[in-house]
């Protein structure tokens, strides 16, 4: 929740696309603040949240403008933009289930004079898969290659995995695995009012809490199976205190703050190893990383540690910018929606067919 990222992209009609420039701008504080507390409970929510939907669209707006401008391009060259938006309710096992993003499409039409697709995620939803993740079809579009055996690391605030297998009958598989940076960034927002841990310096001066650490990894969603996929609404810090209370009678349940960073990071990094090992079958393979969880070279580090007989690098390796891969992939998926084509992989979803993803609303 800390920018929005923008990537202008060609899509050719092979559908290999390529990005050509990318812009971000960064979430101001005080519309950062009602999106997370509109990911939990609480008084106004319809009043806050159409106000940070529009809010959210004018900033997306501004980001993708100032985009063209950089690259002197008109409106009229851009055929689509494909907008997430900023999830703040993601419920796919409700009785009713749904997924909610702020990001009004039809302010973004307006404003920018482009056609924008959005609302990716019930389509999937409808089709009584999950919702999420999204980006495998991407992935396996931008990333495959013939006699490969690869996996996609997306550490975004959630970890999610793509699996892609070499052979051509073989299923791509994905799932979201846990938390990315999410609590990380959760935990010293509270404790030193710092947007991140920056390189995981922080983490990297604790010590770990050997008890908490499995209490983390035996967490039910962790040890569930795919399909599955979850967000802030699951990891918070709510959820991370009741097991800081399970531990108050553990010596080490008074340590110092860092060392609950220092075992959050190791809770990020195994459930991430843990996940590529069950996917792959413990069979080495090269794996890629992307997303914001990247800068973080101390989980980095340890995921190497975890995992050294496999090949890890990022997405940089293969001609994509780590933090641009996301934005791409919803670039992609509203060619996607444009080209009557599905965008989801029920092996990854859950869904029951293939669909076609997202609204479109016409400048």
Same mark, same amino acid.
């Given at each position: 929740?800390?920018?929005?990222?923008?990537?202008?992209?060609? =899509?050719?009609? @092979?559908?290999?696309? +390529?990005?050509?420039? #990318?812009?971000? *701008?960064?979430?101001?504080?005080?519309?950062?603040?009602?999106?997370?507390?509109?990911?939990? #409970?609480?008084?106004?929510?319809?009043?806050?949240?159409?106000?940070?939907? +529009?809010?959210?669209?004018?900033?997306?707006?501004?980001?993708?403008?100032?985009?063209?401008?950089?690259? $002197?391009?008109?409106?009229?060259?851009?055929?689509? +933009?494909? /907008?997430?938006?900023?999830?703040?309710?993601?419920?796919?096992?409700?009785?009713?289930?749904?997924? *909610?993003?702020?990001?009004?499409?039809?302010?973004?039409?307006?404003?920018?004079?482009?056609?924008?697709?959005?609302?990716?995620?019930?389509? !999937?939803?409808?089709?009584?898969?999950?919702?999420?993740?999204?980006?495998?079809?991407?992935?396996?579009?931008?990333?495959?290659?013939?006699?490969?055996?690869?996996?996609?690391?997306?550490?975004?605030?959630?970890?999610?995995?793509?699996?892609?297998? /070499?052979?051509?009958?073989?299923?791509?598989?994905?799932? !979201?695995?846990?938390?990315?940076?999410?609590?990380?960034? #959760?935990?010293?927002?509270?404790?030193?009012?710092?947007?991140?841990?920056?390189?995981?310096?922080?983490?990297?001066?604790?010590?770990?809490?050997?008890?908490?650490? #499995?209490?983390?990894?035996?967490?039910?969603?962790?040890?569930?199976?795919?399909?599955?996929?979850?967000?802030?609404?699951?990891?918070?810090?709510?959820?991370? $205190?009741?097991?800081?209370?399970?531990?108050?009678?553990?010596?080490?349940?008074?340590?110092?703050?860092?060392?609950?960073?220092?075992?959050?990071?190791?809770?990020?990094? =195994?459930?991430?190893?843990?996940? +590529?090992?069950?996917?792959?079958?413990?069979?080495?393979?090269? =794996?890629?990383?992307?997303?914001?969880?990247? @800068?973080?070279?101390?989980?980095?580090?340890?995921?190497?540690?975890?995992?050294?007989?496999?090949?890890?690098?990022?997405?940089?390796?293969?001609?994509? !910018?780590?933090?641009? =891969?996301?934005?791409?992939?919803?670039?992609?998926?509203?060619? $996607?929606?444009?080209?009557?084509?599905?965008?989801?992989?029920?092996?990854?979803?859950?869904?029951?067919?293939?669909?076609?993803?997202?609204?479109?609303?016409?400048?």
């Amino acid at each position: 929740m800390d920018g929005i990222d923008a990537a202008l992209c060609s =899509v050719s009609n @092979k559908n290999t696309l +390529i990005t050509i420039a #990318q812009h971000s *701008l960064e979430i101001p504080t005080t519309l950062r603040n009602t999106i997370q507390s509109l990911c939990s #409970q609480g008084e106004h929510e319809i009043h806050k949240s159409r106000t940070a939907d +529009i809010e959210f669209a004018e900033l997306s707006s501004r980001l993708v403008n100032e985009l063209l401008r950089i690259q $002197q391009l008109s409106a009229s060259e851009i055929k689509a +933009i494909g /907008s997430h938006g900023q999830t703040i309710r993601h419920m796919p096992n409700e009785e009713k289930p749904y997924s *909610l993003q702020i990001g009004n499409p039809s302010i973004i039409a307006n404003l920018t004079g482009i056609t924008t697709i959005a609302d990716f995620r019930m389509a !999937d939803i409808a089709a009584g898969g999950q919702g999420a993740p999204l980006v495998p079809a991407f992935h396996h579009s931008a990333f495959a290659k013939k006699g490969h055996f690869r996996a996609i690391i997306n550490i975004g605030g959630i970890a999610n995995i793509t699996t892609i297998p /070499s052979g051509k009958n073989r299923e791509v598989r994905g799932y !979201d695995i846990g938390p990315g940076n999410t609590l990380l960034d #959760q935990w010293i927002q509270s404790k030193q009012k710092k947007p991140f841990d920056k390189n995981g310096d922080w983490g990297r001066s604790g010590q770990i809490l050997p008890e908490l650490l #499995q209490q983390l990894l035996n967490d039910p969603y962790i040890q569930q199976k795919p399909p599955k996929s979850t967000g802030r609404e699951y990891f918070n810090l709510k959820w991370l $205190q009741s097991y800081l209370t399970k531990a108050s009678n553990n010596p080490d349940a008074n340590s110092l703050d860092a060392d609950i960073q220092r075992t959050l990071i190791e809770f990020t990094a =195994v459930s991430i190893s843990n996940g +590529i090992q069950l996917e792959t079958n413990n069979t080495p393979c090269e =794996v890629y990383l992307c997303g914001g969880g990247t @800068k973080n070279t101390f989980l980095f580090k340890r995921l190497r540690h975890l995992l050294p007989n496999y090949h890890i690098n990022t997405t940089q390796k293969l001609g994509m !910018d780590p933090q641009m =891969v996301e934005a791409a992939a919803f670039a992609w998926l509203a060619h $996607q929606t444009l080209s009557g084509l599905p965008g989801n992989i029920p092996t990854a979803t859950g869904a029951t067919k293939h669909k076609i993803l997202g609204g479109i609303y016409l400048a």
